[in-house]
Structures are given as structure tokens and as C-alpha cells.
């Protein structure tokens, strides 16, 4: 893994550089596209062969077959329940197609698609060396970046979170999603130690994708989670490809039932110094509801977090409980109870509901 051990004035906690000193200021600098991230927890994985488009387009949720150099998606590796196993930002380059993985899930999901090859012309490399860092769009970190191009084209992942992707669907029915300016990119750079400040730190990085509702696999993702349930289907899902393992479970959510469990932002209250963990649960009233799965502070909004709640529970104010504080928390909606059920199918009367004497078999 890279360890940018030339950048100077980083803390860190183990080999996650956390922040430059101060995270609110380097918060605002990333988001204004002035500050870099080295991103340590991050790996690369390379795909190369020919046959690495249609291969990984038929085995995962998202539609690759027809990227071409230069293009940008996200897919997802779903168990045959359709729950999600692996998370991967994906980079084609016309020669290769570069995965961007969470450090936590490289080495399994690496391994899976290893198992997977079978007779398909296809090799997978991780390469746990590459340096990652990411910024903001458009602004001078971008300038200041010059990316690896191994084979002409510069790898620069592009996030679709953004926007929903030909093939997906929001269940978030916000009018202005807080996604629309999150023009998150992440370069690979052949010689970390050359680059130039300003920086930031994970810490300012995970505050701006939480206030975006972004999900990532290190953090929203447990061995129950579908996709429908962070509105992960928006970015790295498309309805209308053809069969890949889970994608029963991925149509019968979406267009007739609802996902167990939902996602949500929370605004929490900041006059306690206490701040909860990722795994404290979210109450309502005296009803656990739920657990956080990420948290930060941000520049604007304060105490911010991200939780996965019971599809049944209540909309409105709710309580945090982090240790033997309670922390009064203000939900806003991501996903709602009633997301999914989308297909416009008739309901069938009951036969228990027909009326007493009538033989089912005889009813008009």
C-alpha cells in the first residue's frame, strides 16, 4: 500500500492518514477543489484481457460491456440473495479496467474475481503499491495532479454518485439532492512523494461524502445489506441488464416489495462534546430503530452521520446513544418506507375476502 511517506505534517492513525492539523479547514479547502487526499485506504486492482468487459458485465450489477476509454462506473458483486458482498469504483482505459476498492475488501473481492475467471481471456492483478488521492473537480488540486497513464489514457476515476446512471434509479425523492455538486475523483499518481500541498485528510474526505448520502462498503455495508437500502441502485445498479448473480432479489425488491431497512442522514445536536461510533444505535423513544454507520463533523452543518434504520421506523426526531449519552438527532430522509414496488401490478382479491357461499372457481 502507499504511504506518501514524503508529504509532511500528516497524522495518522495506523496507515490511515486522518488530517493535516486541522480538519475543518482542510474540509474546506477539498471542497472548494484546493486541497488533495491521500487516500491510504484505498487499493487498485487491474482487469486486463480481452474479454475483461463482458466478463465483468456478467457477473456483476452494473452494465460495463460497452465502456469505452476514459469512462467511469461503479458496480456491485451481490451473494445469490442479492445482498452485497463487494464494492469497486470502476476505470476503463481501453487496455484495462481499474477497480478502486475499499483496503478492507481488496484482498476478497481480488480473490473472488480470480475464482471467476474459468476460461475467459481475463487476468486480475491487484496492485496494493499504487497511490491514490482524491479531490474535487475543476479546481486547482486537479491542475496540480498529473495521473498515471499506463496505457495513454490518464487514470482519473470520475464518482457517478453525482447523478443516476443510464440504467438506475433514485429512491430519494429530495428535489435538490446534496449529490448534484459531490464531483468526487480519485487519480492514480505514479510518484506520491511529488505532490503539492494544500492537503487533507480521511477525516475531511468522509465528512463531504456523508453530507453528500454517499454510500461506501467499509462503512454502510453488514451481511444484510441490499442495495436498495442505501439507494446504491442510483449509481451502481442498472435494472435493465442481463442476468448476473442477486439480480432476482434486486427485481423483486425494486418493482414489487420494499427494503427491510433504509438509510438516513442525521443532523446531530453539537452542544455535547460526546460524538457517536459507527454501531450506536439509533433509538425511537425507548424502540432501538437502528445503528449509525459513519459520522463526522462537517464545516457548515456541525455533527453529521449516516444510519441504517428499520424500514418501519418513525420519521422525525430521534435519539443517538453513544455510551451513556443520549444525543438528540434531526433525520432527513434518504431512502423512504415506501421505496421499491415499483411495477403497477393489479392486487388480487383474497379468497377469504370473497364473499361467504361464493365457489372461487365460478366467481366473475
Known sequence: MATFDGIIGAVREGDLIAHFGNPLIEQRRLASGEALAPLTDRVLIEVAGEDRLTWLDSITSQSVARLRAGDSTELLVLDPQGRVE???????????????????????????????????????????????????AGGAAESRTTASAPNGVPLIW?????????????????????????SWSIA?????????????????????????????????????????????????????????????????????????????????????VVMPSPGDAVLAGDAEVGHI?????????????????????????????????????????IVPADAGATADVPRLTRLSRRPAGEDPRHAR
Open 188 to 272: 492514480v499518481v505514479d510518484d506520491a512523494g511529488s505532490l503539492a500541498g494544500p492537503f487533507a485528510g480521511a477525516l475531511a474526505a468522509e465528512a463531504l461524502r456523508i453530507a453528500a448520502w454517499r454510500p461506501r462498503w467499509a462503512r454502510e455495508v453488514d451481511d444484510r445489506s441490499i442495495p436498495h437500502e442505501a439507494d446504491w441502485i442510483r449509481s451502481a445498479v442498472h435494472l435493465n441488464k442481463g442476468c448476473y448473480r442477486g439480480q432476482e432479489t434486486v427485481a423483486k425488491v425494486h418493482n414489487l416489495g420494499h427494503p427491510p431497512r433504509r438509510l438516513a442522514a442525521l443532523l446531530l445536536d453539537g452542544s455535547d
Open 86 to 136: 463487494h464494492a469497486a469504483g470502476v476505470l476503463e482505459d481501453g487496455s484495462s479496467v481499474w477497480l478502486i476498492v475499499d483496503d478492507g475488501d481488496a484482498e476478497k473481492l481480488a480473490a473472488w474475481l480470480q475464482r471467476m475467471v474459468f476460461r475467459s481471456r481475463v487476468t486480475v492483478t491487484p496492485r496494493p503499491d499504487a497511490a491514490l488521492v482524491g479531490f474535487f
Open 158 to 182: 470520475r464518482d457517478p454518485w453525482a447523478h443516476v446512471q443510464p440504467g438506475g434509479h433514485q429512491y430519494a425523492a429530495e428535489a435538490g439532492h446534496p449529490a448534484a455538486d459531490y
Open 293 to 333: 454507520t459513519s459520522v463526522a463533523t462537517h464545516h457548515e452543518d456541525g455533527p453529521i452521520a449516516l444510519a441504517m434504520l428499520s424500514r418501519r421506523a418513525p420519521v422525525g426526531e430521534l435519539v443517538v446513544r453513544a455510551g451513556e449519552t443520549l444525543i438528540a438527532a434531526a433525520q432527513q430522509v
